[in-house]
């Protein structure tokens, strides 16, 4: 019984991990250019940018999801985006506003005399950003960037509202059967993963601890 | 000719006109002290002249050249050091002439071990900055700016961050680049050293060049009222320290 439940979990778990790992491929470089677009010059485009940041960051994951899995077929009756699909897009964009605000935060933390160093040296803004500026950022938004991930970690589990067979949903299915335990038992799933992250999370900080003035 | 030549310059920050028609020049190897009360608009001509703030109107000629966008003419060392966090002292000081291409990468290796040997710091060439005292870390930004060979070095008040026990170093080694000819502008308080360091002394107040002249000129025989009442008060601080 426990090998059959823990395989069924397994495959759960399987899927928690691709709707984990894609949305961060996805949202930490979309992330990059929504910031971009929150500090632009050009109100116009900032202004637009940083409303749709506030919107996708001031309603719940759940409804970007529900909204973006059968939006498309119920508003403009076109094929929308298989589940799946749907949960990578929810959870990326969602995903990468959130950064976006991390590592606009961990930008302007930057002392000014830093670019005015490298300015007086006569490094080329490029330069100053890529030689000078880039290493600080990654060292300001590593802590809660750490963060982040454990909560999406534990968000995966909103893709059941779409019928994605992930661990928590593959627990739940026990509870038809009259079983309890296996539904906690995904919860060892989650420590495990949130645990391996927050040691590879201090690690790095670790690594960087080096940085600073 | 003097090495460089400040015609007439000007800047306003909105309603605020914080430099007024400041101009004067420096010869060659000359070591030109600037002193005034804060807000005087010291930091701003030192920042002017370095290409950080664009000023109204004016000119600044280094060499008969204007200074705009050349990266030879000024070099300037920080308050706050602004040291590069993520880099040894050794490669703070090679990251700008590599990225500028000053020399191969062993030439520019080599100038930059001598210019930290020169500012006392041999030993600390592979230290981030975190792991340098506040003195060794302004020693390591004037060996940064040093690597550019700026043909003017600019020092903006570099011990006033500085606990009392470390500015003594950091004030030798302008001291020591003084007597390899360099030529330099300090914005400093520190009384004792301006006269000791000066060739120039220039008093700046609300944005206008009130008096310059010597250090004897200037300490000894000041002929405007402002400079006279100015020295006083920082003499009667300096002495209370
Ligand atoms: N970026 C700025 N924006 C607005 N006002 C400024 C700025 N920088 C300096 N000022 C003002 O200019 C005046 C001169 O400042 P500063 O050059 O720093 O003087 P000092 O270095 O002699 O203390 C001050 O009144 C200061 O408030
Ligand atoms: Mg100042």
Redesign the interface.
């Known amino acids: 019984m426990f090998a059959t439940v823990t395989l069924e979990l397994l495959k759960g778990f399987v899927e928690t991990l691709k709707i984990f790992l894609l949305t961060v491929g996805f949202s930490v470089p979309l992330g990059v250019v929504i910031c971009m677009g929150s500090m632009h010059r050009f109100t116009p485009l900032r202004v637009l940018v940083r409303g749709l940041v506030w919107v996708i960051r001031g309603t719940p994951l759940m409804l970007q999801l529900i909204l973006i899995f059968y939006g498309p077929s119920l508003l403009f009756e076109v094929q929308g985006f298989d589940r799946f699909t749907a949960v990578i897009v929810a959870f990326s964009l969602n995903y990468a506003c959130y950064f976006s605000e991390i590592y606009r935060g961990g930008y302007s933390s930057i002392p000014v005399g830093q670019f005015e160093a490298g300015r007086v040296l006569g490094m080329s803004k490029t330069q100053i950003f890529f030689r000078v500026i880039l290493v600080q950022v990654v060292k300001n938004v590593l802590a809660p960037m750490g963060n982040e991930f454990i909560t999406l970690v534990k968000d995966t589990a909103l893709s059941r509202t779409i019928a994605i067979y992930e661990v928590t949903y593959m627990g739940q299915s026990f509870i038809k059967k009259g079983l309890l335990w296996p539904l906690l038992f995904t919860g060892v799933f989650y420590l495990l993963f949130s645990g391996v992250l927050t040691v590879l999370f201090s690690k790095l900080e670790k690594k960087l601890s080096y940085i600073r003035s | 000719m003097a090495l460089l030549e400040v015609r007439n310059l000007e800047k306003s920050f909105g309603e605020t006109k914080v430099l007024k028609q400041v101009s004067f020049s420096l010869e060659q190897g000359q070591v030109l002290v600037i002193i005034g009360s804060s807000g005087g608009g010291k930091t701003t001509l030192l920042r002017s002249l ?3 703030e664009t000023p109204d109107s004016g000119e600044i000629l280094v060499g008969g050249i204007p200074a705009k966008g050349r ?2 003419a ?3 060392v ?1 308050q ?7 880099y040894t002292a050794l490669q703070n000081v090679t ?2 002439p590599t ?2 291409k000053k020399g191969t990468k062993a030439e520019i290796r080599q100038q930059a071990t001598e210019l930290l040997n020169r500012v006392g710091l041999s030993d600390k060439v592979d230290h ?4 340098l005292s506040g003195g060794q870390q302004q020693r390591v930004a004037i060996a ?2 040093l690597a ?1 060979q700026p043909q003017i070095l600019c020092f903006d008040e570099p011990t006033s961050a500085l606990d009392p026990e470390l500015t003594e170093e950091v004030l030798q080694t302008i001291l020591d680049l003084r007597k390899e000819g360099r030529t330099m502008i300090v914005v400093t308080h520190e009384m004792g050293f301006a006269k000791s360091v000066a060739d120039v002394i220039m008093y700046i107040a609300d944005g206008v060049i009130e008096e310059m002249g010597t250090p004897e000129q200037l300490f000894d025989h000041p002929e405007s009222e402002k400079t006279r009442s100015f020295l006083q008060h920082a003499k009667v601080e300096w002495e209370a320290m």
């Open positions: 370095n290409g950080l990266s030879d000024f070099g300037l920080f706050n050091y602004n040291l590069f966090p993520q990251l700008a990225l500028k981030y900055p975190s792991q940064r700016a550019m």
